[in-house]
């Protein structure tokens, strides 16, 4: 009988082996942040529901307060569930979306934080050997204890006046600390002494992170969305520095934003190429980032790639059109092959024809029966 320790082993090993392969198609057409979770008895205690994140992911990307965030299926369905800040757990929710998606022991989760308070959630089952990625399908809820989806809690119908839900034994109603001042999502809040706008060093997590042009906070949903404004982080994070820091004094608020927008648009476009034949707006954005760096954006970084790629793109093209071009006369060379074929094709056949009027008597066959029959 085999080890039931080893088959276990192995299960949890595919399990994870899928799990990372959903994170690596993620993090190559997306690039946002990612987190696995393997589920284990402790994410489905009675009195304790609860999905532990990692300390350093919510670190770097969780905002340092208690809040609501969404967890979305593969089917779209959201969930409001709510976060810890100080246990980098997710409790309130939790439950009602395990039950929905039929979660059990065993299962992985790849989260793919979307937004700053959103998690896109792809499962991979632990009983199930079929194959789950990134837009790979939706998978089917499976119901638990026969319950149904109408655990599902639908995010227009949740009527919390504390921006929290109760869940089981947890007590967040208590006031927080000082600590989670700057957790506030207001509009127009501003973190105690705003952050320089060269002095990058001191942004630490999303929340902490402001757009200033010429004094002016950009914090406008219309003008910059909230996605693209974290993708932006991002983009910044990766050079330790605010990239709009050295814009020509004058331009507006819109026009910054604007500009923010097709930067992060440009960079994001990049990293999604999967192949150089899709290249032919490489030359589109160098134009516009040029331009950009003209205003005094440090977008350097950006360029240097894209003229990498430009490069690269271009050899391949080079070498295409070279290997079409060897083709061509391949082909050419073929057409007059078989042209000089079909001529000995035919030949071929004129040949047999007179070989068998040969065998047959006829032609200088008969000639030679004449001469040898004629009398003395």
């Given amino acids: 009988m085999p080890d039931s320790s080893s088959a276990n082993a192995e299960i949890v090993g595919t399990v994870k082996t899928k799990a990372a392969k959903i994170e690596a198609d993620l993090k190559r057409t997306d690039g946002n942040p990612t987190l696995i979770r393997l589920l284990t008895p402790s994410n489905f205690t009675a009195r ?7 300390r350093a992911f919510c670190g770097w990307y ?4 208690d809040k609501q965030v969404t967890l979305e299926g593969e089917d779209g369905k959201g969930f409001l569930v709510n976060f810890y800040w100080r246990d980098s757990r997710i409790r309130g929710g939790w439950r009602a979306f395990a039950s929905y998606h039929g979660l059990v022991v ?3 989760l790849v989260l793919h934080l979307v937004s700053p308070l959103m998690f896109k959630v792809y ?6 050997s079929k194959e789950v990625g990134v837009n790979h399908g939706r998978l089917r809820s499976r119901t638990v204890n026969g319950e149904d989806g109408s655990l599902g809690v639908k995010l227009e119908e949740n009527d919390d006046r504390n921006g929290l839900m109760d869940d089981d034994n947890d007590n967040v109603g208590s006031e927080p600390d000082k600590g989670f001042q700057r ?3 207001s509009k127009n809040s501003k ?5 320089a706008d060269d002095d990058f060093d001191r942004v630490k997590r999303f929340e902490d992170f402001e757009i200033v042009a010429n004094g002016s906070v950009i914090d406008d949903e219309d003008q910059l969305p909230e996605l693209v404004k974290f993708k932006y982080y991002q983009l910044c994070r990766s050079q330790g520095s605010f990239l709009h820091q050295g814009l020509l004094e004058g331009l507006g608020a819109k026009i910054v934003a604007w500009m923010i927008d097709e930067v992060t648009s440009i960079a994001y476009a990049i990293r999604a190429l999967s192949s150089s034949s899709q290249s032919k707006d490489l030359e589109v954005w160098e134009k516009k980032l040029k331009g950009f760096e ?5 977008v350097g970084f950006i360029l240097v790639r894209l003229r990498k790629l430009a490069c690269l ?5 080079n070498r295409r059109a070279r290997l079409v071009e060897e083709r061509e006369a391949a082909e050419e060379e073929l057409r007059v092959l078989e042209k000089q074929v079909g001529k000995a094709k035919e030949r071929v056949e004129v040949l047999r024809g007179e070989i068998e009027s040969l065998n047959g008597g006829s032609g200088s066959d008969s000639e030679f029966v004449a001469l040898a029959n004629a009398p003395w």
């Fill in 294 to 298: 003209n205003l005094g954006m440090s």
């Fill in 123 to 128: 499962i991979v089952r632990e009983n199930s």
């Fill in 62 to 65: 969780m905002p340092s307060a």
């Fill in 313 to 317: 793109a271009d050899q391949a093209t």
């Fill in 183 to 185: 957790g506030s999502d």
């Fill in 48 to 54: 304790d529901y609860k999905l532990c994140l990692s």
């Fill in 191 to 195: 973190l105690p002494g705003s952050i």
């Fill in 106 to 108: 065993g299962d992985a």
